[in-house]
């Protein structure tokens, strides 16, 4: 299974980006998705995930309010739509994806089976 996550780059302060995570190799449908990202000298963190209907999302406080994860089963791939966007927001974004149940989620690290590349966010003050 491969994940190929893009759509970072360079945006000021209050603006948007939209993060892709394109699967192959594996049945999308049946992987929890999420994304998680790393900041300079800091330990990765959960930002959102999605459970494999897309029906439900969970985000984490920090980004709450400013971005929506969803997917696309056809396209085999999620997004992540980052509004709103703080200096403290810079960071690579990973995507990932769990072998989980049927209506679950996870905000877990060590519950992903499989990691992109990452792709990095810079927001400038």
């Known amino acids: 299974v491969q994940l190929q996550a893009s759509g970072g780059g360079l945006v000021q302060a209050g603006g948007s980006l939209r993060l892709s995570c394109a699967v192959s190799?594996?049945?999308?449908?049946?992987?929890?998705m999420g994304w998680f990202r790393q900041a300079p000298g800091k330990e990765r963190s959960f930002v959102a995930t999605?459970?494999?209907?897309?029906?439900?999302?969970d985000y984490a406080d920090s980004v709450k309010g400013r971005s929506t994860i969803s997917r696309d089963n056809a396209r085999n791939t999620v997004y992540l739509q980052m509004n709103s966007l703080k200096p403290e927001d810079t960071a690579v974004y990973y995507c990932?994806?769990?072998?989980?149940?049927?209506?679950?989620?996870?905000?877990?690290?060590?519950?992903?089976?499989?990691w992109g590349q990452g792709t990095l966010v810079t927001v400038s003050s």
């Open positions: 990932a994806a769990a072998e989980l149940a049927w209506g679950v989620y996870s905000d877990t690290a060590n519950q992903y089976d499989y």
């Open positions: 999605i459970t494999r209907s897309g029906r439900m999302t």
């Open positions: 190799g594996g049945t999308f449908s049946s992987y929890v």
